[in-house]
């Protein structure tokens, strides 16, 4: 519609001096003709030329009298033919409409004004509120009123944009659709030969190229360096490419008994095919079975009929501490030789989801097997590994697992969140664990085990484990933050 009556316009006509003006006449939106004046300045069917003017919009005040009249109107209006008391004048109106009216009604010379005020005038015009009216519907004021509107606040000064148009070398009264891109149609038509193409813009910016992204889990400074911190304090990875782990070496050869809760399908995922498992080495099975249901190595065991069905029940791995139990097997079936290992993958809960729990996370996993460890050399490793992450003050507090004699929870203090966090567990494996594999008896293994999504969320400063991995996570989140490296505060 804009676009229309500027060309045709100007099909007979030398300029638009003012498209201010050619708008409002036409009762076009003047923002709507400045675009399409760019538009068609862009492809040279016309030339403008900005126009810069001053002019007066209305303040709030203004837009107030030009609807209710002006103060001194009001008051005038609010003195019968009569004439009132001052008191009385007061009471009728509101405080500021009193005193500015008053002072500005005495001005004009339209009352007398003392204890009685009584209108020396018989009628009087509102020539302030007809001007604001009339700048409010975009007549151009007098320079006197102006001046006097400005004094009083009803106005403020506004810059006015627009332009004067003229034809452009490119003049047509209707514009032609330009073409952007050469089809195989237009070959095949061959009407190629009278489009009129639309010129490349070389300073487009373009697409905006998209990359990979990596998972903050996966970054350098998260999974990366706590394998470097391993490797450096000489341990060696475990295979963990098995997530599908049998009973057996998930709860029984950890000397976990078959009626332990975490054994529940509430807790773990069992699978449905495969549901057992193949194999097992039948005489450490043996022995697994008696140190369960009678003890031995100075145990006592749990007494009660340990079920084979149950130890080969197929499930979700639920920790990686399953991985570190075949691993001390195998270390075991050769003559010992003292070891350093460690795992970081995936483990699985059958776990109500929140924001700080999900079905699936990571634990990072670290044991060490050697002839008469302590529990100062738990305590030791601990400071060691911990202090490379950046957490140098740690504390521990006595906790039960089923493998574990004595057992630790490990906290760390929180700088930013100004109290003690708990980053893992740990412990000493027990006899009734080690013992039955065939390891000699003054080996001890000390272990501990922590999630690898703690330590991240804490260096990313994510809150909600859900924006951080599984089918929820924040995909713009991923892309936005940074490599953080451990330890560096
Ligand atoms: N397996 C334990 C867990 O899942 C961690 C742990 C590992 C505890 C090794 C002690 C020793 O929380």
């Not at 009298?65 to 003195?79: D, H, N």
């Not at 249901?293 to 009929?305: H, L, Q, V």
């Not at 999504?453 to 599984?470: H, K, Q, S, V």
Request: net charge neutral; aromatic share 10%.
């Amino acid at each position: 519609m804009e676009e229309e009556a500027i060309l045709s316009y100007l099909e007979n006509r030398e300029e638009i001096a003012d498209s201010g003006q050619f708008a409002s006449e036409r009762g076009l939106d003047h923002d709507k003709v400045v675009n399409v004046i760019k538009s068609l300045h862009g492809y040279r069917y016309i030339d403008a030329q900005d126009i810069k003017r001053e002019t007066w919009v209305l303040t709030e005040e203004g837009h107030t009298y030009a609807v209710a009249g002006s103060p001194e109107m009001q008051l005038f209006l609010a003195i019968p033919p009569e004439g009132i008391s001052r008191e009385e004048l007061q009471k009728k109106l509101d405080p500021t409409i009193f005193k500015i009216g008053s002072s500005q009604a005495a001005k004009n010379k339209w009352l007398d004004m003392g204890k009685h005020i009584s209108r020396k005038v018989q009628h009087a015009e509102d020539r302030v509120k007809n001007v604001l009216i009339e700048i409010k519907d975009g007549k151009a004021p007098e320079a006197e009123d102006v001046k006097a509107l400005k004094t009083r606040k009803l106005i403020a000064p506004l810059i006015w944009k627009g332009y004067s148009v003229r034809k452009g070398p490119n003049y047509a009264p209707k514009r032609k659709k330009v073409a952007t891109d050469l089809t195989r149609e237009n070959m095949q038509r061959g009407d190629w030969k009278d489009l009129e193409f639309k010129e490349y813009n070389f300073c487009a910016k373009g697409q905006p190229a998209e990359g990979g992204h990596l998972h903050p889990l996966l970054k350098e400074r998260v999974r990366q360096q706590l394998k470097m911190i391993f490797l450096q304090m000489g341990f060696e990875e475990m295979p963990t490419n098995n997530f599908v782990e049998s009973s057996f070496w998930n709860f029984d050869a950890l000397f976990q008994p078959q009626q332990h809760p975490a054994r529940d399908s509430h807790d773990t995922f069992f699978l449905q095919a495969p549901s057992t498992t193949k194999q097992l080495p039948e005489d450490y099975v043996e022995r697994v079975k008696e140190i369960h249901e009678s003890g031995g190595y100075g145990s006592r065991g749990y007494a009660y009929e340990w079920k084979r069905d149950e130890a080969n029940k197929n499930l979700l791995r639920t920790h990686t501490t399953a991985v570190s139990s075949r691993m001390l097997y195998l270390l075991a079936q050769n003559s010992f030789l003292p070891k350093r290992y460690f795992s970081i993958d995936r483990v699985f809960r059958n776990e109500a989801v929140d924001r700080t729990h999900l079905a699936e996370f990571h634990q990072i996993e670290g044991l060490v097997c050697d002839r008469g460890l302590t529990l100062g050399d738990l305590i030791g490793v601990l400071h060691d590994f911990f202090s490379r992450l950046g957490m140098e003050n740690l504390r521990f507090k006595p906790a039960y697992n089923p493998y574990t004699e004595p057992s630790m929870e490990i906290f760390s203090y929180h700088e930013g969140f100004k109290k003690w966090v708990e980053i893992g567990n740990s412990g000493i494996f027990r006899p009734e664990m080690l013992r039955p594999m065939g390891l000699p008896e003054d080996v001890r293994v000390i272990a501990w085990g922590l999630s690898l999504e703690r330590p991240t969320m804490i260096l990313y400063g994510i809150d909600n484990i859900r924006d951080l991995f599984g089918h929820k996570v924040d995909l713009g989140l991923i892309k936005r933050n940074p490599i953080c490296r451990l330890g560096v505060k």
